[in-house]
């Protein structure tokens, strides 16, 4: 295994000589995207530079504390959301982004999402028939298998169970994992360096070929002169996350990969040329909400690998169909859930004295909604997104299908989160599900998948960069991460975005040779 050398910004030893370096590439953000173009470009020979905001974690740093993990593993300690609160959004950093803490699934986009991008939103690269062998080296590169039966924990047999006595859609799900001690723990950090993701895979290769990889430094803005990206300019991220020394690094190309989320912000901040009003325009959030059945055998739905069974009996990717929810088991650790769980005083008490002998199945759906992300300044963005008339109906119908799949798993008792808890017991009961009326924090809705900010296309009228992720106005800028998506993909996109950044990183290589 490579060993991966990270360079602290808040260090004393952090490279001095690195100001006054011309690289040919500075990739912002090492997560899945930032990784394996850097990973590209380092490997065709251009000198890299990763820069990333957040801190590097060894696996005997994972604690396996919410407390410790949270604020260290994403922003704002998992408290960020939406203007209104209405959309908790989490989105991972250190070295590694999001792939510190995601679960390791691993799911292409599916056919017709692919199909939509190449045939309708100008995007022909990106056919699923021109996309697959990336697909292919990206699932080798990571080490991608199918998990089985045995790999399935109470918590997504009680789904599996479900499923299969309604005769849904279902299937095991794909990983990238390999030595994992079936802890519980993935979103937290994995204490025993089981992920095959960025950190442990992807940067060292980089790092192999000559990469230079940075930790604990923020890009606040993208130099250019109008017509061309130049470098950027740099805080060091203190200890109490207080902006520390600038630096200033010049590059022949940047690679903006800070997530759907910062991505646009930087864009906004740095004044990029944006003609057309597309910067951070079109938000999709794929917002979840998690549905409890209270059983009556233990659960114990914290122990072993998180998320290895789907349902997608209720996942159409047609334009405005009724049904566009993912279906997924999902668990917390008693601070999440306690923070989710709704009810007070003894309510809420009698159902985290249940805690194990739940479980629970969540519904995620594939947004149409357009949210926005705007710049607060110094780095901070503001998100606004209100889910659509037909958007909350498919949400409902989602989380009706989770309930359902509790119910015919055999729950006694399932608690849907509205502000005021329905409470289902019988098929009867499931009815008054959809006659909801959704509203910000009714039910409060959790995003783990933000992606589209910047869209890509090659009508520079409608997106922010072409389908390789060049940006349409400013030379030598390219985005590879999940905000170029053009739509929702109505599942995990780790292996999307990896590839994206596997792409891109061609592009850059092939750009840098023709000069």
């Given at each position: 295994m ?5 360079h602290s ?8 000589d690195?100001e006054?370096?011309?690289f040919?590439?500075i990739?912002v953000g090492s997560?899945?995207g930032?990784s394996?173009?850097?990973r ?9 530079l ?6 590097h ?7 396996q504390?919410?407390g410790?993990?949270?604020?260290r593993l994403?922003?704002d300690?998992?408290g960020?959301?939406t ?10 950093r250190?070295i590694?982004g999001?792939?510190?803490h ?7 986009a599916?056919e017709a999402?692919l ?14 028939d021109?996309v697959?062998?990336d697909?292919?080296?990206v699932?080798k ?7 089985t ?8 047999d009680v789904?599996r169970r ?12 794909k ?5 994992c001690?079936?802890?519980?723990f993935?979103?937290?950090?994995c204490?025993?360096?089981a992920?095959?993701?960025?950190a442990?895979?992807?940067l060292?290769?980089a ?8 930790a ?9 002169d109008?017509?061309r990206v ?10 109490d996350?207080?902006d520390g020394?600038t630096?200033r690094?010049?590059?022949?190309a ?6 759907a989320?910062?991505?646009?912000v930087l864009l906004?901040?740095?004044q990029?040329?944006?003609?057309h009003?597309?910067?951070?325009q ?8 998690a549905?409890?059945g ?7 739905a ?5 998320q290895?069974?789907?349902c ?5 990717f ?6 566009r929810?993912?279906?997924?088991p999902v668990?917390a650790?008693?601070?999440g ?18 805690y194990?002998h739940?479980?629970?199945?969540a ?6 909604t357009k949210?926005?992300v705007r ?5 901070r963005?503001?998100?606004?997104y ?7 109906s498919?949400l409902?119908r989602?989380?009706?299908?989770a309930?359902q ?10 608690t849907?989160?509205?502000a ?17 009326r959704?509203r ?7 995003s783990?998948?933000?992606m ?5 296309g090659n ?6 960069v072409d ?20 739509t929702s993909?109505?599942g ?10 596997l ?13």
């Amino acid at each position: 295994m490579a060993f991966l050398r990270v360079h602290s910004a808040r260090e004393a030893a952090f490279p001095t000589d690195l100001e006054r370096r011309v690289f040919d590439l500075i990739v912002v953000g090492s997560g899945a995207g930032g990784s394996m173009c850097a990973r590209r470009a380092a490997q065709a020979g251009l000198s890299v530079l990763v820069l990333e905001a957040g801190s590097h974690h060894l696996p005997s740093d994972m604690t396996q504390k919410e407390g410790d993990m949270m604020p260290r593993l994403f922003y704002d300690a998992g408290g960020r959301a939406t203007s209104d609160g209405a959309v908790t959004v989490l989105h991972g950093r250190g070295i590694g982004g999001s792939t510190l803490h995601n679960t390791n699934l691993c799911k292409r986009a599916p056919e017709a999402v692919l199909k939509k991008w190449a045939d309708d939103l100008h995007c022909p690269a990106w056919h699923p028939d021109r996309v697959s062998k990336d697909y292919d080296f990206v699932e080798k590169e990571l080490h991608v298998s199918v998990l089985t039966q045995e790999d399935t924990n109470r918590n997504n047999d009680v789904m599996r169970r479900g499923v299969e006595k309604l005769g849904w859609r279902g299937g095991f799900l794909k990983h990238n994992r390999v030595g994992c001690q079936r802890s519980g723990f993935c979103d937290l950090g994995c204490a025993y360096d089981a992920k095959e993701n960025a950190a442990k895979i992807v940067l060292p290769a980089a790092q192999s070929f000559g990469a230079v990889v940075c930790a604990d430094v923020r890009v606040s803005t993208l130099l250019h002169d109008g017509k061309r990206v130049q470098g950027v300019v740099a805080r060091a991220v203190q200890r109490d996350g207080t902006d520390g020394k600038t630096y200033r690094f010049l590059s022949r190309a940047v690679c903006v990969a800070a997530s759907a989320v910062l991505s646009p912000v930087l864009l906004l901040d740095s004044q990029v040329p944006d003609p057309h009003r597309q910067i951070g325009q079109r938000l999709r959030l794929h917002p979840g909400v998690a549905v409890g059945g209270c059983f009556p055998e233990k659960i114990e739905a914290w122990k072993g690998i998180p998320q290895s069974y789907e349902c997608t009996e209720k996942l159409d990717f047609s334009d405005g169909a009724v049904d566009r929810c993912w279906l997924i088991p999902v668990f917390a650790h008693p601070g999440g859930l306690a923070g989710l769980q709704p009810g007070f005083g003894t309510t809420h008490a009698k159902a985290m004295r249940s805690y194990s002998h739940m479980a629970a199945v969540a519904a995620m759906l594939h947004d149409e909604t357009k949210g926005t992300v705007r710049s607060a300044g110094h780095g901070r963005p503001t998100l606004d997104y209100a889910l659509t008339p037909a958007d909350a109906s498919a949400l409902l119908r989602g989380i009706r299908a989770a309930a359902q799949i509790l119910l015919a798993a055999g729950a006694e008792e399932i608690t849907v989160p509205f502000a005021r808890p329905l409470l289902v017991r019988t098929e009867k009961d499931l009815e008054d599900i959809e006659r909801h009326r959704v509203r910000p924090l009714d039910p409060v809705l959790t995003s783990v998948h933000p992606m589209g900010s910047l869209p890509m296309g090659n009508d520079a009228r409608q997106a922010v960069v072409d389908e390789h992720g060049r940006h349409h106005q400013l030379g030598g800028l390219y985005v590879a991460d999940g905000s170029v998506f053009p739509t929702s993909i109505g599942g995990p996109p780790q292996i999307t975005i990896y590839t994206v950044g596997l792409r891109v990183g061609h592009a850059v290589v092939s750009d840098a040779k023709r000069g």
